[in-house]
């Protein structure tokens, strides 16, 4: 009797297993990645020069205002004892402020809500929608149900090269794969 108690408990768990199992063999999983993809769409390599290019400009800005800076602090400390208390402190306020000021700029450019991620973004968006309605594209095509991005938060512990789509997908965005795919190799 006790036998029957766990029988048949563990008889239906497996028959839920084999049909989970069974459910899942026929769902087909691809995957994409992404980085790839960018670096051989030449959109994404034109934008990533403008950025490239900004940020430079936008160090060089910042740069330029830090080498001010320190030559303000190295004028008042080569002058420090020579100036009456006021002026001492009105110099100190101004060093202050023009630290200040750079750190501003910084966050500006380059904070988290600034100026070069929303051009990322603003640039950047067009080209994502373009490569998302492919890959959308291709997998429905092939019958794909689930497309992971192998470079995304997932962690892939193994991926059969045979659901790569990626050379699909840019064959969908209209990039021909064999000379972009040279033009790659060239590079590193």
């Keep these: 009797m006790s036998l029957k108690r766990y029988f048949w408990p563990a008889c239906v768990t497996v028959l839920c297993l084999a049909e989970t199992i069974e459910a899942s063999a026929q769902q087909k999983i691809g995957f994409v990645d992404?980085?790839?993809?960018?670096?051989?769409?030449?959109?994404?390599?034109?934008?990533?020069?403008?950025?490239?290019?900004?940020?430079?400009?936008?160090?060089?800005?910042?740069?330029?205002?830090?080498?001010?800076l320190d030559q303000q602090f190295r004028d008042y400390q080569t002058r420090e004892l020579l100036y009456a208390q006021e002026e001492r402190q009105r110099r100190r306020d101004e060093i202050i402020q023009a630290e200040e000021d750079i750190e501003r700029k910084r966050a500006q450019y380059f904070g988290p809500e600034g100026e070069i991620f929303s051009r990322q973004e603003q640039l950047m968006r067009p080209i994502q929608e373009r490569i998302l309605a492919a890959i959308e594209e291709v997998a429905t095509e092939e019958g794909f149900d689930f497309i992971f991005d192998k470079e995304g938060e997932f962690l892939f512990l193994f991926a059969r090269d045979q659901w790569n789509i990626s050379d699909n997908v840019l064959e969908e965005l209209g990039i021909d794969v064999t000379s972009a795919a040279g033009r790659q190799n060239r590079r590193r």
């Design 34 to 68: 992404s980085d790839y993809i960018l670096s051989l769409t030449p959109e994404y390599v034109t934008v990533q020069q403008q950025l490239d290019r900004m940020a430079e400009e936008w160090n060089t800005e910042l740069e330029d205002l830090g080498k001010q």
